[in-house]
């Protein structure tokens, strides 16, 4: 009886846990349920001058009707604050260096990295030099973003799971997000100038002039057919550190992020060359990926300043001022790459014993200004951070030597709210003057109109430099004698192609011009340019009767024409006599001739094997100086110095010069074997058979949620499936596990209910929502939809 008893209370334990744990994970689910957008109803405010509505499609793209700017401002801020906020908040935290305040001590490196650059305090000085229609436009956006999150029911979600409470937004914070992108976009430029001096320490002049190439065979230039450069010889010997062994690492690593690099394309064509005379503007900014999306898609309709209606239709990113970053405007379009112009110098400063506390710039001696920065940890005291600030820019020091940070970012010309201008642009020459005046990071930008016309300008801040291109992408010495910037060029002054004969317009981070104003634009990073070379070629294809389907497909090329070389020196060198008592080298080659379709396809394990093959030798002839390089900065290396190192072994495996051979190796034969051996190491590492490493199990998606690296059990809710992706670097298609084209939009400014569009993520940062990963699929399959949104099925209403 005593048991049994015993065994009934047991029951009715266990049946009170199990209903426990059930209200638990049911008031969890209410709880996160309450922090979803707000899609019907009315609301009120009283900023605004009258009604304003936002009206959502089925994917949840709203449409954004007022009558006035500022409205639609609010109305924007509204969404985004309900849609994207812990997104927009990861943007300012970041420019400012206050990510520890959120996530403890693990974020402290980057944090005080980034607070060196004092981009809080900077934010005042560019708020000062506003006009009065621009505060209060980034005032208005202000309100309608935290109006958004005071009306969730709850906080969202991410600030729920981490026991923590949103900070509100101000017009200060709008302007951290557009510096977050600085270091998203031009953030490579300081460790790229370290591992460039350090090369040129460590070569002499002709060694450094063959490693470091200024332009390539497969540039493309828009304004001349190819670079007509000499190429430097290869020299009569090799440096000390070439091909050493000691720091290679025992498996290939450097490839495996290579795609996690660059990337981005966008391209014009000219009415002359379309089926209905408007010119067609494309454009895929490639970016990483992860969960919700950088970009938030829109339509906005409000009356302009002349009394003329208008609608505008792209993509914004959360959090900057509330303006559409790509898009079109009914006259005209405009779409964007990273222009890797060059944009920050390292001068190294002097210092002397009879010069206490001082330091030599070219200028001559100067006291830095100190700064205290109090960096907040949570759960742990404030950390306190010295900022030692020159005329020049911030110190930093970096195995002893000291250098100031002289970067356009620093600049309060900076930043602007001049993209605004592209929203009024009615024609060609008032969209190149508004792009120009941009103050975003430098960008390419490609423009086309309603009446057929096309143009190609930079937009955001440049240099004046008295000397530019090679000589500047190196840390400057303190005596001034290769000077660094002095100003920021007028808009007027930044070089521009405008209707180029052949009637197109195609970039893709690679180097723009060949003429003398490619000395204006620097060498920041410059892709190899076969992307753009491939890029080129497709639009070029398609003709003199285009239309806007047919456009949107050449950047899904994943054609494998820059791998396609190696796969030939591969198996040049898989001859007779190496296969002999080899048979994973016979099995290598057979791969290379079977399974290879030409393409960077999911089920190719050819690709996979020829790509693999390239990265094999750079690792035998780059991976010992790559381990020097780390010391300097984690991110230097031969690839962040220069992407045109492919260029420079081919060069090699060609001339076969002997003095260049490294040691251990009979023949240049001999260290491709070994290249393809260590190849099949790296594949076969893991247990999988060199037949079944295709290049889709290589390249499957990991696009998440953010919070997934602290929370790594919630994977299965905050990411998106584990899809096998085609494409890769150095072809238009730039696909990585979690890097690749975070929008594809295509359209004729004046016929957008024509124009094409899709993205890796949908409109929501919410797991619940049914937006969250809406169009997914359709982004991995490369299926566009339409870019206006759709007849809507929720209605939400702002009245005074």
Do not use: C
């Not at 005080?112 to 006009?131: C, D, I, K, W």
């Amino acid at each position: 009886m005593v048991r049994r008893g015993w065994r009934k209370w047991g029951l009715r334990v266990a049946a009170g846990i199990v209903v426990l744990l059930l209200l638990v994970a049911g008031g969890a689910w209410a709880v996160l349920r309450a922090s979803l957008p707000e899609l019907d109803g009315q609301r009120r405010s009283p900023l605004l001058s009258t009604s304003v509505t936002v009206a959502r499609d089925a994917n949840g793209v709203p449409t954004i009707t007022g009558t006035s700017r500022l409205d639609v401002a609010y109305a924007t801020g509204f969404v985004h604050g309900q849609d994207r906020f812990f997104q927009m908040d990861l943007l300012r935290r970041s420019a400012a260096g206050e990510l520890a305040e959120l996530f403890g001590a693990k974020a402290l490196p980057l944090d005080r990295a980034h607070r060196v650059h004092r981009f809080r305090a900077r934010a005042e000085q560019v708020l000062q030099r506003m006009t009065p229609a621009e505060r209060t436009l980034l005032d208005r956006y202000a309100a309608g973003i935290n109006d958004g999150v005071n009306a969730l029911h709850a906080r969202p979600f991410e600030y729920l799971l981490s026991r923590s409470t949103p900070r509100p937004w101000t017009p200060a914070d709008s302007l951290l997000a557009m510096w977050a992108m600085y270091f998203d976009l031009q953030g490579n430029q300081e460790p790229r100038e370290l591992a460039r001096g350090w090369l040129a320490a460590h070569t002499d002049p002709a060694q450094l002039a063959f490693l470091l190439p200024e332009a390539s065979r497969w540039d493309t230039p828009l304004d001349a057919p190819a670079v007509a450069l000499a190429v430097a010889p290869i020299p009569s010997t090799a440096p000390a550190w070439w091909g050493r062994k000691d720091g290679v690492p025992a498996r290939q690593v450097a490839g495996v992020a290579f795609t996690d690099a660059v990337g981005s394309n966008n391209y014009a064509i000219a009415g002359t060359r379309t089926a209905h005379g408007g010119a067609i503007v494309s454009d895929d900014m490639h970016l990483g990926l992860q969960l919700p999306n950088t970009w938030y898609r829109v339509a906005l309709q409000f009356v302009d300043a002349h009394g003329q209606p208008r609608r505008v239709v792209g993509v914004t990113l959360p959090g900057t001022p509330p303006a559409v970053i790509v898009g079109s405007n009914g006259h005209v379009a405009w779409a964007f790459t990273n222009s890797y112009a060059d944009t920050l110098d390292l001068v190294r400063l002097g210092t002397a014993p009879d010069h206490p506390g001082q330091v030599r710039l070219p200028s001559g001696w100067e006291t830095p200004v100190a700064h205290t920065e109090s960096v907040l940890v949570k759960g742990e005291p404030a950390q306190s951070l010295t900022v030692l600030e020159t005329s020049l820019g911030p110190i930093r020091t970096v195995e002893g030597t000291m250098y100031a940070v002289h970067w356009v970012a620093h600049s309060p010309e900076s930043l602007n709210l001049n993209h605004l201008k592209l929203e009024a642009s009615t024609n060609l020459d008032e969209a190149l003057a508004a792009a120009a005046s941009d103050g975003i990071p430098a960008q390419n930008v490609v423009l086309g109109d309603d009446r057929g016309g096309i143009a190609w300008t930079l937009s955001g801040a440049l240099p004046r430099r008295v000397q530019g291109g090679l000589a500047v992408s190196f840390p400057l010495a303190a005596d001034g004698a290769v000077s660094t910037w002095d100003s920021l060029l007028a808009p007027e002054q930044h070089p521009r192609v405008v209707n180029p004969p052949g009637g197109q317009l195609v970039t893709a981070n690679s180097r723009q011009l060949a003429g003398d104003a490619a000395q204006t634009i620097g060498d920041g990073g410059f892709d190899l340019g076969a992307r753009v070379n491939q890029l080129s070629g497709n639009v070029r294809g398609l003709g003199d009767k285009t239309d806007v389907p047919a456009a949107f497909q050449a950047s899904l090329d994943d054609r494998a024409l820059f791998i396609a070389q190696w796969r030939e020196r591969a198996l040049a060198a898989l001859d007779a006599g190496a296969l002999a008592n080899h048979p994973q080298r016979a099995e290598f080659r057979r791969l290379l001739e079977r399974s290879w379709d030409g393409h960077a396809s999911t089920t190719s394990v050819g690709y996979r094997l020829a790509r693999q093959f390239m990265w094999s030798l750079h690792d035998m002839l780059f991976g010992g100086v790559d381990a020097e390089l780390a010391t300097l900065d984690p991110k230097a290396g031969i690839v962040v110095a220069t992407a045109r190192w492919p260029e420079v072994i081919a060069r090699l495996l060609d001339a076969r010069p002997a003095a260049w051979l490294p040691t251990g190796y009979a023949s240049w034969q001999d260290l491709q074997l070994a290249a393809v051996d260590r190849a099949i190491a790296d594949l076969t590492a893991d247990g999988t058979p060199l037949a079944q490493a295709t290049w889709g199990q290589r390249n499957t998606a990991a696009i998440a949620h953010p919070f997934t690296i602290a929370v790594p059990a919630l994977r299965r809710w905050l990411s998106a499936p584990p899809d096998q992706l085609p494409g890769d670097g150095n072809m238009p298609r730039v696909t990585g596990p979690k890097f690749g084209q975070s929008e594809r939009l295509t359209v004729t400014p004046g016929r957008e209910e024509e124009g094409l569009f899709d993205m890796p993520g949908g409109q929501s940062g919410h797991p619940l929502s049914p937006y969250f990963l809406k169009g997914h699929d359709d982004w991995v399959r490369g299926k566009p939809t339409p870019l206006l949104p759709g007849a809507p099925v929720h209605m939400l209403t702002f009245t005074r």
